[in-house]
């Protein structure tokens, strides 16, 4: 009797709501709307209006006042060269991870056979399993001196070409552990992967007939790669470029463990949330990545970088 009335109430349920097809979607929209509503942008929202209070100079308070008086500090000579140093690493970043990542993703997809696709997929996906600290700190051992990059220069006698390098001013440092050039080559080894998933998903989707047509029509290799191929993958480079970029951008622990004195926005905003207390100023740096995303997103865009997507 209980499962017939259990089965009951459940059809009543169901007719109801079938009813009313607009109640139902509405019910099913409910939770991630309010996530994305209230618990995402909300939050956004709040560290957007941070941005505009600003540290009294004596007290020490946070004054809850609209003023640009954060921005003013936001716009400094400091500030300006740990924006510039963060934006430009990641741009470094994200054009090495696309070097990379295209040819691996072009020969995955195009010519590699159907084991050898799937061990490829997997030596990508392999990284991400595991733990994102533990990664970072074992390249800090590989690169530093006693790490296995000296050992091998060393064995090809080619320590005087490692040392002149780490010698060259704005990119070296005591050693490949301690430099910029170190955290350049762990953040594109951390981020490769997100790049190359985007870029095989869009190659997947170019169709073979249209490749066959090219090569009827007497169109070469080359020709059909870069007038077919290339533009068809286009917004699978995009979209692998915004990972690698923004997340570039706000990272902190790589160039916290590998880096030195000269902070990316990461690390400034870490620094001035949590050890000087000036919340204001670490929310007026946080909406810098978002602001230069923003732009980065409107001119892809405009590029058509979406049309296909």
Same mark, same amino acid.
């Given at each position: ?16 709501? +079938? ?14 709307? +309010?996530?994305?509503?209230?618990v ?11 941005? +505009? ?11 809850r ?9 936001? +716009? ?10 963060t ?5 470094i970043?994200?054009l ?32 991400l ?16 001196k ?7 220069f060393?064995k ?29 080559l ?17 190659l ?17 290799t ?26 570039t ?35 007026a ?24 997507l």
């Open positions: 009797m209980q499962s017939i009335a259990k089965a009951s109430i459940s059809q009543r349920i169901s007719n109801f709501l +079938f009813l009313r097809p607009r109640l139902f979607l509405a019910l099913l929209l409910l939770p991630p709307v +309010f996530w994305l509503g209230i995402y942008l909300g939050s956004l929202l709040t560290l957007l209006i941070q941005s +505009f209070f600003h540290l009294d100079g004596f007290t020490g308070q946070v004054v006042k609209i003023s640009l008086v954060t921005y003013g500090e936001l +716009f400094t000579r400091s500030n300006l060269d740990i924006i510039g140093r934006a430009g690493m990641a741009a970043v994200t090495a991870a696309v070097l990379l990542a295209f040819p691996l993703a072009y020969y995955t997809t195009m010519h590699a056979s159907r084991r050898g696709k799937a061990i490829l997929y997997l030596s990508v996906m392999l990284p399993w595991s733990s994102y600290l533990v990664r970072v700190y074992a390249w800090k051992l590989i690169l530093a006693e790490g296995i990059v000296s050992w091998f060393a090809l006698s080619l320590s005087w070409a490692l040392e002149g390098l780490l010698q060259l001013p704005g990119i070296g440092g005591p050693s490949l552990s301690i430099s910029p050039i170190g955290i350049f762990v953040f594109v080894y951390v981020w490769l992967p997100y790049m190359v998933l985007p870029i095989q998903a869009a997947e989707r170019v169709p073979g007939s249209l490749l066959e047509a090219s090569q009827d029509l007497g169109a070469n080359l020709r059909t790669f870069r007038h077919i191929t290339l533009p068809l993958a286009f917004p699978g480079v995009v979209a692998g470029s915004i990972f690698t970029f923004s997340l951008l706000g990272d902190f622990i790589v160039p916290n463990v590998l880096g030195n004195s000269s902070f990316f926005i990461g690390q400034a905003v870490l620094s001035h949330q949590g050890t000087s207390g000036n919340i204001p100023l670490a929310a740096l946080t909406t810098v990545p978002m602001a230069i995303m923003a732009v980065y997103l409107i001119i892809a865009r405009k590029l058509g970088a979406f049309e296909a």
